[in-house]
């Protein structure tokens, strides 16, 4: 049966130009590097320049995708971008980004499921590229969390950085098995039951202000260990694979320890794992598309190779998808 597929064509990344290691946290908080290290994996992170948006990091993101893969922006359809810290309340960082890359047609809009905001992102751009709404879609997740960090609180601001990744999606034609190259199953979740134990204080219907990260970090550590496990088995399922075909997980980088838990449960030895929490920290939505793009602009994935990529975040929300590249 003929299906269609939605493809990686092309990744493409970019970090703010200032690296903040562990020791500048020492400095100011009664924090150090190696409890840093140890509690998260985490060595350094980069931060976006004052007056550097999200929408600045996920252009140059989205241009370097476009460039590698040949594209101009004329060539896509679509932009979904993944964020929880867009430059303005409305409109859409991702119409931002359309116009900073002279698209003038089409459609974008942005995706908000925080640090899972990126897997809901693709699988959504994944349900409009199979519906025959769009042939070539730009996925982003682009972030400044450092603009909502409580620098006092270091529980919260030593884990995240800012950054962007993306991937741009094109539709494909398969058989309908798993032997298709594309997204092949996904799997999102949400239970608003845990909405306290990750949230920013402030809003615009609540307090007019955009208040800061607060979040009960063990209990979230709980939940991750938990479903990320549960959800890549379920979309593993629905694509008729098992942990043991996975070639590479491409996780959500907020903490090394649920990483590795996550890939013990799956019985995958860690060079399987792309890790890039220890340079980046965690940059929520864009963490997922930048460890994709770093290990892609290494040259470690192989056609054919079965990429599974995962993410748990403030809601909670959560989520899986599996993808032949
Ligand atoms: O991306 C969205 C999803 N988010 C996550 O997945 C984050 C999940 N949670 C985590 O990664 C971990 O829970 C943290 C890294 C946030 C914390 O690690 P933990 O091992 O769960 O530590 P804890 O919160 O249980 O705190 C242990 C101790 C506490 O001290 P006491 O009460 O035992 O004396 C904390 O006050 O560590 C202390 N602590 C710190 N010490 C030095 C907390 N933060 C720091 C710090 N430096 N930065």
Redesign the pocket.
Known sequence: MSVIRSVILATGHYLPERVVDNSW?EAR????DQ??RE??GIARRHFAAEGETTSDLGLRAAQDALDRAGLTAGDLDAIVLATSTPDLTFPAVATMVQQGLGMTRGFAFDVQA??AGFVFALANADGMIRSGQAKRVMVIGAETFSRIMDWSD??????FGDGAGAVILEAAEGDGSAKDRGILASDLNSDGRYREL?YVDGGVSSTGTAGVLR????L??RH?VEKLAKTATTTLDRAGLAPGDIDWLVP?Q??A??ITSTAQKLDLPMEKVVLTVEDHG?T?AA?IPLALATADAEGRFERGDIILTE????GLSWGSVVLRW
């Open positions: 946290f908080l009664d924090t150090s409890w840093i509690r998260t925080v640090c270091r529980s919260t601001c030593v884990l990750l979040m009960q970090g063990n979230v550590f991750a959500h907020a903490n320890r649920i965690n929520s963490s993410a748990i975040g403030g």
